[in-house]
């Protein structure tokens, strides 16, 4: 039922109630059979919970998988469970972040419910009583006064003069003056949220009269239920590293079972028939080392902690992460869809234009013509509009609160929403009388019989009426809010107080136009959105005109022709918008489920988008968004909780820097993965060879010592590295851009072949300075010196991934936590070759110094090799530009 569109006496009819409210008893019925007025309580997983679905990650799993195979290890080899205890703390650490990240479990039904009120005023019976919220019911008639939260939808029954602040839910700034009369539809087929002015709604507040109203809704019936519903509806999505990185882990699990099968396989069929109990055991022990050496043990931890870091760093710049993952999502966002009031506003009205002959006067006019008023540090506190105008006057230098106090009001005839006029009059410090008027322009103007010329009052001109009314529309075109003020002299008070009496024979003293102004950071950061191949799309409950206007301003849009409203977006199916969406970068006078649309709409297309807002209504579609943000000053609980970042300073320009940080998080985490890959594949493709040649090159507890000790470390310092410096100037990655693209698999593929030459070279170099002869047999100096060789060259390999394609000579910034890592890597290393007991346990001989020397120049060869290739690849790159 649209009770907007019924007349109260058919409401209250079809209701079963009347205008003395229902007795005690119907309404206890009402509230056994339809339950509380109150929101859901969203289902919260436990912290088990969360802990146990972070073990369900792929790379975790593949984790868990290297800790069983490192135990079968142990077992039958007779070694330590060092390995597999560090493994498994590697497990634990990263399941423990991720939980951290995400422990603000879902609040955003309690959000909802917080800000709906605690109790209400009432007439059940003929009498007046105050009950508690939840105990409200349909056909309760509820009283309403400034202050008052809306406790439930409802149908206004009387007003006096009532404005209601609707910003949580339709996101207009101004308040809405409320009438009882029955909406007229016209050539809609339904009344937006925000022009439904014969309504009020749950989590809307009074700020001006006084009305009442019969309850048409509670709980989750109500618009706020319907946003709660939403909430609890909309699915969240994978974000695009998490993606891939499923993606990259189903690859190499499959990728470790058929290597370490093939490799069991033929050394069985290579072996046959001579083939022994122990010959198996081996055999299935060289298996186990192919597999240990294809897992990268350290990749979900070095992902997690690049991502951890990157949220402290983000937090440092105002950007509030709240789900670990959703970091480097905003590196590849298409779109910006973002909420105008209060993200791309300052959700301050503000007079930004003029016109009078006397500007002192028009600040004093509306000053004394106001009920808002200067609080201790000289900020005005009121009403929206009319704290606009205080600090209009205020900035003239004319105090409101000293203003009044040697001119204190004595009478007025208040504001109605039906003359659109109000009007004060003031005692004057001579005993004389001033009356001071103020409201919408036309009726005002037509009032008028004299103007201020700035020294004297004049007779009103036709000409002067005409230029009046033309900078009336001037400023209207502007999208501004205008209001008109007038005075006139009385040598004694009135005897007739009526709006009749008062409000004719005025005197015209200017209008003022204002408008909730753009903050001054953001038109700049939409630029540099803009060269970061970033669209931005405003969203906004407020009327087209004044959406138009700002997003011009801001180069959002150039042409009206851009902007859709609400009840436009209604006549498009959701096939129609999918089509058309790319048309349009301003959406005025909308709902909230119609911004779920627009981001599903962008999402079909592939898009990436994000969501910002600070409204109630805006919940739905953060949380529907690829990556939802939601601002920390002005932004409700509901929407703080549902969103995956919080802007903690509410700059629009956070967000740039946000996009930076996810892009320079993502190439980081690119870097680190095309490290620890290609030095796990110089493992890999190691034991391979020299299982078909038949020696011992490491043993599965080396491999294990270099993933997680020489890879580990300077994968984590490779996260660290600053972005490069066409990282905001490149457009947005695509979403379905795997791991591999851009030439990172060929990478991979080259270096981890490059590694493996020189280990293998090391081996036969090891053994020829052992026995003075190069040959195919198992050598402890060889096996020794490969292990050394393997664990320098992907030590000064990490190097080399500062940067994918420039000259690690052309980085000019340092990376301590690389150079910390390297010296760690390098000090651990070298200990568990020359310290015995750390040597015996791993099986090492000890080499001479010229062996350790030999080794450390081989591993130093793959930064000349690498420069070289990249050197030719940038040439390559800049040959396909030019084509």
């Given at each position: 039922?649209?009770?907007?569109?019924?007349?109260?006496?058919?409401?209250?009819?079809?209701?079963?109630?009347?205008?003395?409210?229902?007795?005690?008893?119907?309404?206890?019925?009402?509230?056994?059979?339809?339950?509380?007025?109150?929101?859901?309580?969203?289902?919260?997983?436990?912290?088990?919970?969360?802990?146990?679905?972070?073990?369900?990650?792929?790379?975790?799993?593949?984790?868990?998988?290297?800790?069983?195979?490192?135990?079968?290890?142990?077992?039958?080899?007779?070694?330590?469970?060092?390995?597999?205890?560090?493994?498994?703390?590697?497990?634990v650490?990263?399941?423990?972040?991720?939980?951290?990240?995400?422990?603000?479990?879902?609040?955003?039904?309690?959000?909802?419910?917080?800000?709906?009120?605690?109790?209400?005023?009432?007439?059940?019976?003929?009498?007046?009583q105050?009950v508690?919220?939840?105990?409200?019911?349909?056909?309760?008639?509820?009283?309403?006064?400034?202050?008052?939260?809306?406790?439930?939808?409802?149908?206004?029954?009387?007003?006096?003069?009532?404005?209601?602040?609707?910003?949580?839910?339709?996101?207009?700034?101004?308040?809405?003056?409320?009438?009882?009369?029955?909406?007229?539809?016209?050539?809609?087929?339904?009344?937006?949220?925000?022009?439904?002015?014969?309504?009020?709604?749950?989590?809307s507040?009074?700020?001006?009269?006084?009305?009442?109203?019969?309850?048409?809704?509670?709980?989750?019936?109500?618009?706020?239920?319907?946003?709660?519903?939403?909430?609890?509806?909309?699915?969240?999505?994978?974000?695009?590293?998490?993606?891939?990185?499923?993606?990259?882990?189903?690859?190499?699990?499959?990728?470790?079972?058929?290597?370490?099968?093939?490799?069991?396989?033929?050394?069985?069929?290579?072996?046959?028939?001579?083939?022994?109990?122990?010959?198996?055991?081996?055999?299935?022990m060289?298996?186990?080392?192919?597999?240990?050496?294809?897992?990268?043990?350290?990749?979900?931890?070095?992902?997690?902690?690049?991502?951890?870091?990157?949220?402290?760093?983000?937090?440092?710049?105002n950007?509030?992460?709240?789900?670990?993952?959703?970091?480097?999502?905003?590196?590849?966002?298409?779109?910006?869809?973002?909420?105008?009031?209060?993200?791309?506003?300052?959700?301050?009205m503000?007079?930004?234009?003029?016109?009078?002959?006397?500007?002192?006067?028009?600040?004093?006019?509306?000053?004394?013509?106001?009920?808002?008023?200067?609080?201790?540090?000289?900020?005005?506190?009121?009403?929206?509009?009319?704290?606009?105008?205080?600090?209009?006057?205020?900035?003239?230098g004319?105090?409101?609160?000293?203003?009044?106090?040697?001119?204190?009001?004595?009478?007025?005839?208040?504001?109605?929403s039906?003359?659109?006029?109000?009007?004060?009059?003031?005692?004057?410090?001579?005993g004389?009388?001033?009356?001071?008027?103020?409201?919408?322009?036309?009726?005002?103007?037509?009032?008028?019989?004299?103007?201020?010329?700035?020294?004297?009052?004049?007779?009103?001109?036709?000409?002067?009426?005409?230029?009046?009314?033309?900078?009336?529309?001037?400023?209207?075109?502007?999208?501004?809010?205008?209001?008109?003020?007038?005075r006139?002299r009385?040598?004694?008070?009135?005897?007739?107080?009526?709006?009749?009496?008062?409000?004719?024979?005025?005197?015209?003293v200017?209008?003022?136009?204002?408008?909730?102004?753009?903050?001054?950071?953001?038109?700049?950061?939409?630029?540099?959105?803009?060269?970061?191949?970033?669209?931005?799309?405003?969203?906004?409950?407020?009327?087209?005109?004044?959406?138009?206007?700002?997003?011009?301003q801001?180069?959002?849009?150039?042409?009206?022709?851009?902007?859709?409203?609400?009840?436009?977006?209604?006549?498009?199916?959701?096939e129609?918008?999918?089509?058309?969406?790319?048309?349009y970068?301003?959406?005025?006078?909308v709902?909230?489920?119609?911004?779920?649309?627009?981001?599903?709409?962008?999402?079909?297309?592939?898009?990436?988008?994000?969501?910002?807002?600070?409204?109630?209504?805006?919940?739905?579609?953060?949380?529907t968004?690829?990556?939802?943000?939601?601002?920390?000053?002005?932004?409700?609980?509901?929407?703080?909780?549902?969103?995956?970042?919080?802007?903690?300073?509410?700059?629009?320009?956070?967000?740039?820097?946000?996009?930076?940080?996810?892009?320079?998080?993502?190439?980081?985490?690119?870097?680190?993965?095309?490290?620890?890959?290609?030095?796990?594949?110089?493992?890999v493709?190691?034991?391979?060879?020299?299982?078909?040649?038949g020696?011992?090159?490491l043993?599965?507890?080396?491999?294990?010592?270099?993933?997680?000790?020489?890879?580990?470390?300077?994968?984590?310092?490779?996260?660290?590295?600053?972005?490069?410096?066409?990282?905001?100037?490149?457009?947005?990655?695509?979403?379905?851009?795997?791991?591999?693209?851009?030439?990172?698999?060929?990478?991979?593929?080259?270096?981890?072949?490059?590694?493996?030459?020189?280990?293998?070279?090391?081996?036969?170099?090891?053994?020829y300075?052992?026995?003075?002869?190069?040959?195919?047999?198992?050598?402890?100096?060889?096996?020794?010196?490969?292990?050394?060789?393997?664990?320098?060259?992907?030590?000064?390999?990490?190097?080399?991934?500062r940067?994918?394609?420039?000259?690690?000579?052309?980085?000019?910034?340092?990376?301590?936590?690389?150079?910390?890592?390297?010296?760690?890597?390098?000090?651990?290393?070298?200990?568990?070759?020359?310290?015995?007991?750390?040597?015996?346990?791993?099986?090492?001989?000890?080499?001479?110094?010229?062996?350790?020397?030999?080794?450390?120049?081989?591993?130093?060869?793959?930064?000349?090799?690498?420069?070289?290739?990249?050197?030719?690849q940038?040439?390559?790159?800049?040959?396909?530009?030019?084509?």
């Open positions: 039922m649209k009770e907007y569109l019924q007349a109260s006496e058919e409401i209250l009819e079809g209701l079963r109630t009347n205008k003395e409210g229902l007795s005690e008893a119907e309404a206890a019925s009402r509230l056994e059979k339809n339950g509380k007025n109150k929101l859901q309580e969203a289902q919260k997983d436990s912290l088990l919970i969360r802990f146990l679905n972070q073990l369900k990650d792929p790379m975790v799993l593949i984790l868990i998988a290297a800790a069983a195979i490192s135990g079968v290890t142990a077992v039958y080899a007779h070694e330590s469970f060092a390995d597999v205890i560090i493994i498994l703390a590697v497990v650490i990263n399941s423990i972040l991720g939980v951290y990240q995400e422990s603000k479990a879902e609040k955003a039904i309690e959000a909802l419910q917080a800000i709906s009120a605690a109790t209400s005023r009432v007439r059940r019976g003929g009498k007046i105050t508690k919220s939840e105990d409200l019911v349909v056909g309760d008639i509820i009283l309403l006064e400034a202050g008052d939260s809306i406790p439930a939808d409802a149908r206004l029954l009387d007003s006096a003069s009532l404005k209601v602040e609707e910003a949580a839910l339709t996101g207009e700034s101004v308040p809405v003056d409320k009438i009882i009369s029955v909406l007229n539809l016209g050539s809609q087929k339904d009344v937006p949220l925000g022009d439904r002015k014969n309504m009020v709604y749950m989590g507040a009074v700020v001006y009269g006084r009305g009442s109203a019969v309850v048409t809704a509670t709980g989750m019936d109500t618009e706020m239920g319907k946003i709660a519903d939403a909430i609890t509806q909309a699915q969240e999505n994978a974000t695009p590293l998490q993606m891939r990185l499923n993606q990259l882990s189903k690859t190499l699990s499959t990728l470790v079972l058929g290597i370490s099968v093939f490799i069991f396989l033929f050394d069985l069929l290579r072996l046959y028939p001579n083939i022994t109990g122990d010959g198996i055991l081996e055999t299935f060289i298996a186990v080392s192919l597999a240990v050496a294809a897992i990268p043990e350290g990749l979900a931890a070095v992902v997690t902690i690049v991502l951890s870091i990157g949220v402290t760093n983000m937090s440092k710049r950007a509030v992460i709240r789900k670990l993952t959703a970091v480097e999502t905003l590196g590849c966002t298409n779109v910006i869809c973002s909420d105008k009031t209060g993200t791309l506003t300052q959700n301050k503000t007079v930004v234009e003029s016109f009078c002959k006397d500007e002192r006067l028009l600040g004093r006019t509306m000053a004394l013509c106001n009920d808002a008023h200067l609080n201790d540090s000289n900020a005005a506190e009121g009403e929206p509009t009319e704290a606009a105008l205080v600090n209009y006057a205020y900035k003239m004319i105090a409101k609160n000293a203003a009044e106090a040697l001119t204190p009001r004595v009478g007025e005839a208040p504001f109605d039906g003359r659109k006029l109000m009007s004060t009059i003031h005692r004057m410090e001579d004389s009388f001033e009356q001071y008027t103020k409201g919408a322009p036309d009726v005002l103007l037509s009032r008028c019989s004299f103007y201020w010329d700035g020294t004297v009052q004049q007779p009103m001109t036709e000409a002067l009426r005409e230029e009046i009314t033309k900078a009336n529309k001037n400023l209207a075109d502007q999208a501004l809010r205008v209001l008109a003020g007038a006139k009385l040598e004694k008070l009135p005897q007739d107080m009526s709006p009749e009496a008062l409000e004719k024979d005025l005197c015209f200017g209008l003022t136009g204002m408008i909730d102004p753009i903050r001054p950071e953001v038109k700049p950061a939409i630029a540099e959105c803009k060269s970061a191949g970033i669209r931005t799309v405003m969203i906004t409950g407020d009327h087209k005109d004044t959406a138009v206007a700002i997003a011009k801001l180069g959002i849009i150039k042409d009206g022709a851009e902007a859709l409203t609400g009840a436009e977006l209604n006549e498009l199916s959701d129609q918008l999918d089509e058309q969406i790319v048309k970068s301003v959406y005025a006078r709902q909230p489920e119609h911004k779920v649309r627009i981001v599903k709409a962008w999402q079909n297309k592939g898009m990436i988008a994000a969501m910002t807002g600070d409204g109630v209504n805006d919940a739905p579609s953060i949380k968004a690829n990556i939802g943000i939601g601002m920390g000053i002005t932004g409700t609980d509901v929407t703080k909780n549902v969103a995956d970042m919080v802007l903690a300073d509410d700059n629009f320009a956070t967000i740039v820097n946000a996009v930076g940080e996810g892009r320079r998080i993502y190439d980081n985490i690119r870097k680190a993965i095309q490290f620890l890959l290609s030095s796990n594949l110089s493992e493709l190691s034991i391979f060879i020299s299982t078909v040649l020696f011992t090159i043993k599965p507890v080396h491999l294990l010592w270099i993933n997680l000790i020489t890879d580990t470390f300077p994968a984590v310092a490779l996260g660290m590295e600053r972005e490069e410096s066409d990282t905001m100037s490149c457009p947005p990655r695509s979403s379905k851009e795997g791991i591999f693209s851009k030439g990172l698999g060929f990478d991979v593929i080259w270096q981890g072949v490059m590694i493996t030459g020189v280990t293998v070279l090391a081996y036969f170099v090891g053994h300075i052992e026995s003075g002869v190069f040959e195919v047999a198992e050598s402890p100096d060889g096996m020794t010196m490969a292990f050394l060789t393997l664990s320098m060259s992907e030590m000064f390999h990490s190097l080399n991934m940067s994918r394609r420039h000259s690690i000579f052309q980085v000019k910034h340092h990376n301590k936590y690389l150079y910390g890592a390297m010296i760690a890597s390098f000090l651990l290393t070298t200990a568990v070759i020359f310290i015995p007991p750390m040597a015996r346990a791993f099986q090492f001989e000890h080499i001479s110094l010229t062996e350790y020397f030999v080794s450390m120049g081989l591993g130093a060869i793959v930064i000349p090799i690498v420069e070289i290739i990249k050197f030719f940038r040439l390559s790159d800049r040959r396909s530009q030019v084509s």
